[in-house]
Structure formats: structure tokens, C-alpha cells
């Protein structure tokens, strides 16, 4: 299985103590080490202002499933490569939107809806439900997962009404979200989670690791990715009998 | 309620015999005559290459219930003009895409997926069946609605898993297609219908005539459409007590 | 729209004094007195070992939604009791199932799941969050609702992927909870809706008592409840011509 | 994986040309045979008024998926062989039901509806649309299958919204039907699937086949199947602070 991660890596990523801490060579690097576990990972970054340079038409194309982190880049990101990844999406492709990438243009692109959200940044805990304990995502996570600190996001979270609901989070502040929630578009399955504020350690939290592993080997393309995609004129299968008049 | 109906009207809706049979004043005049039994009606049309001059935003503003029917000219759309659409959709704005609508660039968007599917133009019969009948759509409409013509659109039809199946069509040549399905996108209610090829009658038959006003009824929002969308920060409303160390 | 009250009634609701505070005159009749406001109400109470001989043909061949509160005497309900209410409500009688009433027979009837959950009696609060804030049942609620005591009802909830998840509960405990669902079981509408332990004073409050008035009318059946369900034999609609051979 | 067939095995099975011609040594053992390619089978039959004594608990226990094909013996079998079923398809066992099998009382035990429809027995063609063409369940069958005889069996089809809509079938006479369709019920997956008349060939048709076979891998459970189901009470995980007076 190819796996692409994509993440922002700008000034604030490379230098900014309390990313640096929890993210040494950059977010991309970590996960890279997560997802290295069940597949073959690309890193692409995306810097300050440089429009996605590096993420390639040949990278996207030898691509089985994307990850994708981003947050205060999401317009740098040109409208054309939003395109091209919702419509290998389309063909076959999985996707794994992780925390602010709620409202990169990809997903929003995907689900048709604002995907808008409350959200709060206190360092607070949030504890991850499992609704669906037989999904292959959720395998061998147990009941929960506890995130020493997250940032809260609360309801109403605008997406279509989900496929399969697979993790509900609780906050301490309060709040409920709908934390792990799936899609298919087209041939290609989507998978959004929550938990991976910038400065909180949940890519490093074991059961966070396997759900971010479970949900690549779930989201990797069963059938070849096509080509493309069409609206083919067919002839009749049955005789079309003249009406009676 | 306010009703705004799209459509195209370019020189072949204005000159081509066969649709002005059907279609005398425009595709445009003939829905402003099947909505104007439950709203007040506002028609805006595409002529060839004019990027939707007539349809402003002040139209846009000004609709409860948007009703979309585009083949030929999709590309004419600008992008701005379905993202405006999508958003206002998001905010509470009911819409309903009609037959070739479903290549529309607002129906795309709004659905993240290609809405490819089969087709063939042979003049063939299709019968509706009613899969949901006590849904507000099918009111009154009985068990099915035989379309003495028809172009046949078959499936795959690539849509995301539809919040309700109200109609699937059966079509003389042999294949069959989700042809009446809602979905929610944000506050506003989405209504997908196939039939009403611009050289075919459906749109003067009394039961797709009762469906279409059935669907506007049901798409108008039963609350005031939002003025923005937006992701706010919120305090917590519990108070955050430290970790235990 | 006629509603029917259904709650146990034993002993221990005539004579526990953290009920009857709460409900002085059974809480059948605090709930005659949210749904009064709606409907005409007939209360029906399950007396300790009576086997709901109260709950008669006649009662239910006349109500257009019911509600149904339980507990402890479950297994008092009479399969065949509960075999005619899932029938009626496939006909299109709408039902509102209350907190403890996720174990009762007509309940798991519907569901066909075992309605299982994890519990708590400790009066924590509960904040009930809106998640579809244009549905029919939330008009008028606000963002979310807070209940200073409830029981805690927490994930897994083994239902039926829901048909609209219309509330989530946040626990101070520590658990989430869908605390308002919505169903389709034939022609009829079906909400459960957690909140209402019998020592708790949610029945009292204002908002959850509009959700209650806001769930019966969105429950109320919109045409004309089935004398019966069949299997017709129906002819063919198309002439079946011979095979080729 | 150990797969249980169920079929009906009475007189009419045994001497009536018509389906002897289809199936020499019974449904069960044809069924047997299709499913044997894909696990360990093991048959149980229904004989004329014999209420299911085969079906031993011993069996049940040891199957992962079973198979249900019934028709006119569906009252014989016992209420508590059908919440047997239920039960532990909730804890983990998948469950195949097929055609008639739609007025099992296993299926609408586990669905909550009627499961009523139309139908029609004149040796008709059925074709089967693919609706999700990556399903685990069509893969390898291509874009549709041609039956060339069927019963036809026509909506409306009184199930609960489908989790999945994997087939649509069109009958030559001109209905449609929901004619494969997947659910989850608790941990355990169903599976619908039309074809199947006892004197038709659809169980030698080589795509279908691959369906059922495709189906049981599908449906057999990925983790053990639980030894019960229960509501257990449980203690905070955070700490219940009092409240604010």
C-alpha cells in the first residue's frame, strides 16, 4: 500500500518551541512514522505560500491512501489539486482527513457541506468513544481512548449524515463531537478523525497510532483505481417494443 | 415561499423544433407554471455563453427554493456561482436538481462525488415506483407514475448513499435507477429528480407536476436561512480542573 | 392527533418518596401533562404483575402516537402486546420511547438490536447537544439543554444505525450517550429520547419538555394508519414476451 | 468459517417435479454445495410440521454464518429458535437470508418491520443491477446479472433504510426491487438477497453463486462472537464535582 502524508511545514511548524517539542522534524515526519507501520509512506509539505508545490500530479497518482493535515493553509492549496485528489477520491482512492483538515478544501470538497465546527484551544482532555466496536478501525482499541490534551471541537459539526459513526469524543469543557465518521465517495472511502491539534501529543498515544494504522489498511483501494470516469451512453438491453397506441 | 427556477435557454431551446413543442416559451416557462401552484416564482435562464449574467445575487438572496435544470451549458456556470449556491444551500436554502441537472456544477458540489451514470436517448418508458409512501414528496402520487418517454438514465449512478430513497425508476430497455433521492447538506434539504428531458412531456404529466410541488413544499426551510456560517471559539462550560500528576 | 400515555405505575411509584416528589400522581401523569399541550391524552399504567391489562385493543386501535415509558416490568409486557403495538406502528402510528423504555418489548421489537448500553445512578449531569438544529423535534431548543441530574446512559447503544442522530448527551461522568434518535419502521416514525429516570426532575424542564411536545408532532402520522399490511399478488404491468431461444 | 444452511424440506420438496428438477437432493443440499467452495457447511432442514427440531442449539452454536431459505413453513418455526437467531447475530454471527426468507421470523425479528411486498410467480427475467460495484460482496460479478427466471418481488419492500443497497433487480413485467441489502444488528452483519424461487435456476447461475459466496466471506465474523449481551452498570471515570447551589 502507497501512502502519501501531506502536512503543513511552514515557519511556525519548523520553528515554533511548542510544535518542535511534540514534532522534532515536522508533523509530516511523525506521522510518516505512524503510517510507515502498514505501508510505503510519501511525505509532501506545504510551506509558507508556496501553493503545494511538491504535491505532484505523479506523487497524487501513486497514491493508495492520502493523509492529510492542514490548518492555516488551507487557502494556499490550489483549487485545481483539491480537484484532482476529490476525483482520484472518485476512482478508487482512500483518505484520512485528520483534525483541522475538517476545512482543508479536499474535504470540504467531498462532503458538499461547511464542515464548520466549535472549537476551543485549553490544552483539555478529551476521551474518544468507540461506537462500533466490531469496525476494522476500531480493533483492538477496547472501549475508549483517553487524550491527556486536545483542543475541543464541539457540535454542530456540519458533514452529511456519516456512513458509519465510529468515535464520538467527550470533553471535559463540556462539549460532544462526532470524532471518527466515514464516507464512500465514488469508489473511495474517507475517514475524518478528530484528535491531532499541533501542540498535543495524540499522534504519539499508542491507540491513537493503531486507529491512524487500522484506518489506512480499511481506507486502501480492495479493486485497481480506475483510469477515469464516465457517462456512457449504453444501448437497450430489451427489445423496446412500440407503445400501444 | 420563494422559488427561483434555472434553466437553460440557449439558440436550440429557442429554434429546435422538437423541444419547442413541448417547451414553447422555454424549459424555464414551463416550471414557472408547475411552481407557481405553491410559491411566488422567479425564472432566470442561461443563454448560450453568457455565464448566467441574469442570475444576481440579489436572485439569489431572494429564494427560499432553488430549482435547477442545466444540460448542454454546465460549464458556462461560473464557479462562483455554485459555490455561492452550495453556501447558501448550507445556510438553509431548499434545491431541487432536475434530470441532466445532475452534471450541474452546484449538484457536484454539493454531493463530492462525479454523479456519472448511464444513459440513451431512445424516447423508452419509464415507470416510477414509489419505494417511501408516506414521504411528503409522493403525497397523493399513488404506487407509480408511468412517463410514456423518457431518456433512460441507469446505474451506477454515483452518488453518495442517499439520506432517503423516495423513487426508483424502471425503464423499458432494461435498467433501473435511484431516480427520486434527498439528502441534507448543512440546513438546507436537497432534492435530486430524473425525469424531464427537454424533448420528453413528463413535465406536463399531472403526477410529476404534484411530485415537483410535493418537493418544493418539503425543500422550503421551516426556519429563517442564516446570514453566515462560521466556526466560532467557545469558552467551557465545565470548569477544567488540573490533571491529577 | 390522539396520544396515549403509557408508564408502570406499582408500588414503588405509589409509595418511593424520590418519586413521588417528583411525580406525585405517577408519572404517567406528568407526562399527561407535557403532551396535553399537543394532543388529547389517555394515560395507560402498568400496576405491579398485571400483565397491562389496562393497555386494551381499543386504547391502542385509537392513538396516533404513543409513548412509552419503562422500567422494571418489562418482562410483565405481553409479547403479543408488544407484537400488536410494532404492527400498528408499521402501519404508521408514531411512537416516543423514554429512557429505560431502550430494554422495553416493543422497543427491541422495532429495533431488532439488543438495545444494551452501560448505566449509572449517581445524579451527575447530562448536556444534551443538539446536533441537527433544523430538525422538526429541536425547533425552539437552543443549543444544547442541561439536566442537573440524570441517569447516565453511555456507549456502546446497540441500536440500528440510526436514520437522524438528532441529539448526543455529554456526562459528567465521563461518557457520551445518542440520546435522541430517530427511526423509520414501516409507515410509522419512532423516537427514543434518553433523559426521564423516575427520581430525576427532567420531565419538568421546560426545554426537554418542548422536545417531547416538538417529537409528538413530528411523530404524528400525515395520512391515514393502514387497516393492514399484505403481500399482494400483483399481474404484470408489461406485456412478458417470450425469451429467445 | 462454519456455515449453517437452513432450507424447508417437506413433502412438496421432495416429490414436486418442479423443483426436484432444480434441486435432486433438496434446496439445502444445492445451497450446501454453493457454499461449501468458502467454508465448512453444515445443513439443517424443516420437514412438514416438525417445528425446527434439527435446528439444535449445539448447531447454532457453532456457526459463524447462517443461511436461511424459507417459505411456506415460516410459522413452524418456534418464536424462541427466531430470538435465538437474533440474539446471536446481535453477539457476532452473520446471517444470509434468502428470497422468501423475507418473512422469516428471524429477518423481521431482526429488521422491526413488516417486510411485505408484491410479487408475482410467471417465470419472468430478473436483472440484477450492481449498485455498489466495490462492495466486497459484487466483487468479480461485473455490471449486472441476467436471471433468466424469477419469481418477481416488488416494492414497495417494508425494510428499514438499508445500511448498504448493493443489487436493484428490473422484472420483465415492470417493477423494481431492493433485491440485495446489508445491515448491521448489533456485531453481527445481514445480508438480503432476492433470488431463489424454489423452482427456478438462479442457485446455479455461476454469478450468483459467487454472490452467495462473496456474501459469506462478507458476513463471517472478524472477531469471536461475544458469550452475552448485557447492561452493565459502571463507575465515573471523572470525578463527579457538586454542583454549584
Redesign the interface.
Known amino acids: 500500500m502507497k501512502i502519501t502524508v501531506f502536512s503543513e511545514y511552514g515557519k511556525a511548524f519548523r520553528e515554533w518551541k511548542d510544535v518542535l517539542s511534540v514534532h522534532p522534524h515536522g508533523l509530516h515526519e511523525t506521522l510518516k512514522d505512524v503510517f510507515s507501520a502498514v505501508g510505503e509512506v510519501t511525505t509532501v509539505y506545504q510551506d509558507d505560500g508556496d501553493h503545494c508545490v511538491r504535491f505532484t500530479d505523479d506523487i497524487l497518482n501513486n497514491t493508495d491512501v492520502l493523509v492529510w493535515w492542514g490548518h492555516s493553509m488551507h487557502n494556499d492549496v490550489p ?1 485545481e489539486l483539491a480537484e484532482k485528489i ?2 482520484r477520491v ?1 476512482r ?1 482512492m482512500g483518505v484520512i482527513f485528520l483534525h483541522s483538515a475538517h ?1 482543508s478544501k479536499p474535504f470540504r ?6 464542515c ?7 490544552n ?2 478529551e ?1 474518544l ?6 469496525h ?1 478501525i476500531t ?1 483492538g482499541v477496547g ?1 475508549y481512548v483517553d487524550i ?1 490534551h486536545e483542543e ?1 471541537y ?3 459539526f ?1 458533514i ?2 456519516p ?3 465510529v468515535f ?9 463531537f ?1 470524532s471518527g465518521v466515514t ?5 473511495g472511502k474517507v475517514f475524518y478523525f478528530q484528535p491531532g491539534h499541533e501542540t498535543n501529543e495524540s499522534y504519539h498515544n499508542e491507540k491513537i497510532r493503531l486507529i491512524l494504522q487500522n484506518a489506512a489498511k480499511w481506507a486502501a ?3 485497481k483505481i480506475l483510469e477515469k ?13 412500440e ?1 400501444k397506441e
Open positions: 483549487d476529490a476525483e472518485q478508487g476545512m470538497r467531498l462532503m458538499g457541506t461547511s464548520t465546527l466549535k472549537w476551543r484551544e485549553v483539555e482532555r476521551r468513544w468507540v461506537i462500533d466496536p466490531v476494522p480493533r472501549e491527556a475541543m464541539g457540535e454542530v456540519d452529511p449524515t456512513d458509519e459513526t464520538i469524543g467527550w470533553y471535559q469543557g463540556g462539549e460532544v462526532r464516507y464512500r465517495r465514488g469508489r483501494p480492495a479493486e470516469l464516465d457517462c456512457p451512453c449504453v444501448p437497450a438491453l430489451e427489445k423496446i417494443a407503445e
